[in-house]
């Protein structure tokens, strides 16, 4: 069984520091750092360096096949590419005096049967118990329903489907039913139009979503404050560990990765949530861009605590 991953917009994230920052002037960046990124390399890279069966189905920017290709092998993954012309977008990420400024480039627009290879080559390669996590934005181009539609063909394979988006993508991807969804909290009151609050509503809330769409399983993330986990029958909370904050970057990529391999491997709920959290906690102390491996996330995890809350 492998973590299949899917990225359609995969990009370089750009940190640069830039301690005074003025609009009206030059300003000069003192430490320039570029990773590769994107929702679902990230996700891949997590499941390889945890040791899974880490797949991969991309579309890939002609003008930096190189550069990503290579990346790729290093980190152990194996990659199906579809070429798409252009490079890779650029997420700029300027850290300042007075927090971090962030610009994402929203991509060059994707010829509409490069989508639709990207998500055959995804379902030709994918395997009975599969883990799949479809996560990201989609470029120009492709339709919001490009998730929705490979749901079913994924399920048809005997694959667990998970799914990390926003807006259209993730409304149309709940008809189709999911195994389970990782909205955080703006993405969740964009889809329900629900902002819970405490624990106790953001536990009924997603039970709720459980009941009207048929989704299986909902992790609500909540920053800071941490993550549910919500099923039909049960609810558990993970209080977020208290971990020195050096970066934001990678922590849904990290609970959700984390968690599909756990509950891969064939742990409980419980477990998978635990993992998942240990691995996110990881992911905001490692500097810049960069993901956690097992060993950061197994230092962490004897300080999750997993609450049980009645629904
Ligand atoms: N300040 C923090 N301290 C400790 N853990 C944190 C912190 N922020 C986030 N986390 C952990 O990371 C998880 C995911 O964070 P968050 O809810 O911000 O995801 P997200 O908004 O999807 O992030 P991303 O920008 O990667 O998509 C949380 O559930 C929590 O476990
Ligand atoms: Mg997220």
Request: glycine share 10%; aromatic share 4%; net charge neutral.
């Amino acid at each position: 069984m492998k973590l299949f991953s899917l990225c359609m917009n995969p990009s370089v994230d750009r940190t640069m520091d830039c301690p005074v920052f003025d609009v009206r002037s030059t300003n000069r960046a003192r430490f320039v750092r570029d990773d590769i990124g994107g929702k679902g390399i990230n996700t891949a890279v997590l499941a390889s360096r945890f040791g899974a069966v880490s797949a991969l189905s991309l579309l890939m920017p002609e003008d930096d096949r190189e550069r990503l290709a290579s990346f790729l092998r290093r980190e152990g993954i194996a990659f199906g590419a579809v070429p798409v012309p252009g490079r890779l977008r650029i997420n700029l990420k300027i850290r300042t005096q007075g927090g971090m400024v962030e610009i994402n480039e929203e991509g060059a627009p994707v010829p509409p049967q490069a989508a639709e290879m990207c998500a055959s080559a995804m379902e030709t390669e994918a395997s009975p118990g599969d883990f799949c996590m479809l996560t990201g934005s989609l470029p120009p181009g492709v339709p919001d329903d490009f998730y929705a539609r490979l749901i079913p063909r994924l399920r048809h394979k005997g694959c667990f489907t998970a799914v990390d988006a926003d807006g259209g993508a993730l409304k149309a991807a709940l008809d189709e039913k999911p195994d389970l969804i990782k909205p955080n909290r703006q993405e969740f009151a964009r889809l329900t139009g629900l902002e819970p609050r405490g624990i106790a509503e953001c536990c009924l809330f997603s039970h709720r979503l459980i009941s009207k769409t048929g989704v299986g399983a909902v992790c609500l993330s909540l920053g800071g404050d941490g993550a549910v986990y919500v099923t039909e029958r049960e609810a558990l909370y993970a209080p977020a560990l208290q971990v020195p904050v050096r970066s934001l970057h990678g922590a849904g990529d990290s609970l959700l990765s984390a968690l599909c391999f756990s509950l891969c491997r064939g742990d409980g709920a419980r477990a998978a949530l635990a993992l998942g959290c240990a691995a996110a906690a990881a992911a905001v102390s490692l500097p810049g861009t960069e993901m956690p491996g097992p060993e950061d996330a197994e230092a962490l995890l004897p300080r999750v605590k997993i609450e049980k809350v009645d629904i």
